[in-house]
């Protein structure tokens, strides 16, 4: 891969390699880690062009802070570590093993769940419409921040989450498209719409994916999880054009690793392909034995530095090993336990119960945000309040829901980041009940540059005239 001119001769001088390692390879952010499609890709000139291109801004500056908070923090948890006795190991080994063997007790291999993760969705649906950007690299977003990227466009390095000035330097030809949110939502209403004919209580995680206990497809179609899974995917193919990928297992963890991101099964065969972890005990613990435990949902980055830094383990088979002693005297219980479970692979395999309620108790809020590029002006900052709670309206009424608890989210330039809720005096569903709230609280925050705003409404709700509708 070509790299831009003149980034060279700022890390080597005369052709000579570096002594010491180089600051850009320890320099770990979002932008670096690695999607589907970006197989190939020289990991070391995007973190290069990353860091000579962020070493001087306010995100760089705040990574850096919460780099040394980390540090601090695992040498804290070094010194716990390196100061437990051996009696202390050997109780808390014993307590392990008890609650390992409970949970296998409990590990159920009855089930089949899919999970199912469109192919660069937001790519896919302007690629549609234009089918010539198929062939070109491409993102959706701009210069401030790209919501996604096509496979031809990852093959340079470019990402999500990656600001499009990085982006357009790893790739000059990069062709930039703006977000078409009602276009994103018409084609996730069809792509949904097929997913009922599997099962009908799927659970959304988001327009591009979701859950689906096919068990009761599978049965009724005399069908195996993998035939299940390439019927969703042609009628998915067949009804919209969109391709997606498919991950079947026997629980949604496994099928699906990391909430709202990628997963384990579905995340292996992209785009446009599915894998089948069979059903069993032994291939359930061969799969997760060298899994990374980023691959885990709910074990981001701090997680992973911590059980890397502090025990020296990076893989899901290796919580199981000798360190395994160490997690309830160095994590709190909640997050020991759910180590344990993660890497055994066991999780719930049914749906959350529905309760038959005008209430959504196991529903804790709907939210909407943006990030873009640093934004100082009122009358902008005003502008996207109003977007955010327009979309953020349409959402919960097409779930028949309405809230009370709203709260306003802002990110600095900064990278501070600020909420301010307020009460409504009645349960709201419409863009004109929320927005003044919305813009008190913007307002009280004024003078102010922003970086991202986001919008969320808690203490939801079914509105006694929607029909209870999926």
Partial sequence: MAEPGGLEGRFNSGGNAPEQPAPWQDYQTVFTNAKAGMEGVDKEHVQRVVYEMSKDSAHFKNEQRK?????????????????????????AARSVDARIASLEARRDLSRTWLHADMDCFYAAVHELERPELKSLPMAVGGIGMISTANYVAR???????????????????????????????????????????????????????????????????????????????????????????????ANRMLAKARARAEGICSDINKPDGQYVLPHSRAAVISFMDTLPARKIPCIGRVTESLLRGVLDVSTCGQLLGPQRARLPLLFSDTSAAFFLEAALGIAPTRHPPKVDTSVEPGRKGMSCERTFRAMRDAAAQEEMARQLVDSLAADMASEGLEGRNI??????????????????????????????????????????????MGVRMAALRKHPDAELVH
């Fill in 407 to 452: 709260t306003l989210k802002l990110k600095l330039s900064t990278f501070e980041v600020r909420t301010r809720a307020a009460t409504l005096p009645r349960h709201a569903r419409c863009a004109a009940d929320m927005l003044p709230a919305v813009l008190r609280l913007l307002r009280a925050e004024m003078p102010v540059e922003l970086r991202l």
């Fill in 67 to 91: 780099a040394v908070a980390l540090e601090a923090k695992m040498a804290r948890m070094r010194e716990r570590s390196a100061a437990l006795t051996p009696a202390e190991l050997a109780a």
């Fill in 155 to 249: 093959k340079f390095g470019v990402r999500s989450a990656m600001p499009g000035f990085i982006a357009k330097r790893l790739c000059p030809q990069l062709v930039f498209v703006p977000l078409d949110f009602p276009r994103y939502t018409a084609a996730a209403e069809r792509v949904r719409a097929v997913f009922a004919q599997f099962d009908p209580a799927f659970e959304s995680g988001g327009l591009d994916e979701a859950y689906l206990d096919i068990t009761d497809y599978c049965r009724e179609a005399g069908c195996s999880g993998e035939e299940a899974a390439a019927e969703l995917r042609r009628r998915v193919r067949e009804a919209t054009g969109l391709t997606c990928s498919a991950g079947v297992a």
